[in-house]
């Protein structure tokens, strides 16, 4: 089936630095990937839509600043997480979904765990 | 806004079969029903999805609502490996966004 390939799948960086995290999808071409977050014994949260060629759709009360999407090629989306503070540490997750339509099933990256120190 | 209610926890014992219910009231005609899982410190994966017949694959079954308002996630013979959080996510039509909800921690008893 799809894969979707996260990486780094674990980084520590030092407060204030900027951490880049890679998005691919190994076998098919998409269009539109995605990007969430997840704390701790919590779920998922949606935090942008990272459109090939054009510019990302954040979610309300996400920081486009904070954390810039670029999604240059079909199969390539990156999350910047700029000037990185302790309370940005956390599992970021990315996904695509290989065809368009509420049907289409979605796979997800491994994910990347943020410790910033 | 996820819109589907599940339980926050469940609990089965190996080998038994587990349903997992989840409520979508407001679900609309054109909506799916998917269901994803996440095991600890990994994406989710899919598990299941439909939209008025019941449908089963490998992993489960699912049992939808003749009114849709709800389905249950069927796993005909849990393992310990089905130990998860598992997530019921509408598929709004026109959107490719999936909105996860607090989804259904299911622990399995050896």
């Known amino acids: 089936g799809a894969v979707v390939s996260q990486h780094p799948s674990r980084v520590i960086c030092k407060s204030g630095t900027s951490v880049k995290i890679e998005c691919r999808s190994l076998?098919?071409?998409?269009?539109?990937m995605f990007w969430y977050r997840q704390f701790p014994k919590q779920s998922l949260m949606l935090m942008a839509t990272s459109n090939e060629g054009s510019k990302a759709t954040y979610e309300q009360g996400v920081e486009k600043d904070k954390f810039l999407i670029n999604h240059a090629s079909l199969t390539l989306s990156t999350l910047t997480v700029t000037s990185a503070h302790p309370e940005d540490s956390s599992f970021y997750i990315c996904s695509a979904r290989d065809q368009g339509g509420p049907s289409a099933e979605a796979f997800f990256g491994q994910g990347t765990r943020l410790t910033v120190v | 806004d996820a819109k589907t209610t599940q339980p926050n926890s469940m609990e089965s014992n190996e080998e038994e079969p587990v349903h997992l219910p989840c409520n979508h009231s407001?679900?609309?005609?054109?909506?799916?029903i998917h269901w994803y899982r996440q095991l600890p410190s990994q994406g989710p994966e899919y598990v299941i999805h439909g939209l008025t017949s019941n449908v089963n694959n490998r992993m489960a079954s699912l049992a939808i609502a003749e009114d849709r308002k709800s389905s249950t996630l069927i796993l005909h013979r849990a393992t310990l490996r089905d130990a998860a959080v598992y997530y019921c996510i509408r598929g709004r039509r026109g959107a490719q966004k999936l909105v996860f909800g607090q989804g259904t921690r299911l622990t399995i008893n050896p």
């Open positions: 076998d098919f071409q998409a269009t539109t």
């Open positions: 407001t679900i609309s005609g054109t909506d799916y």
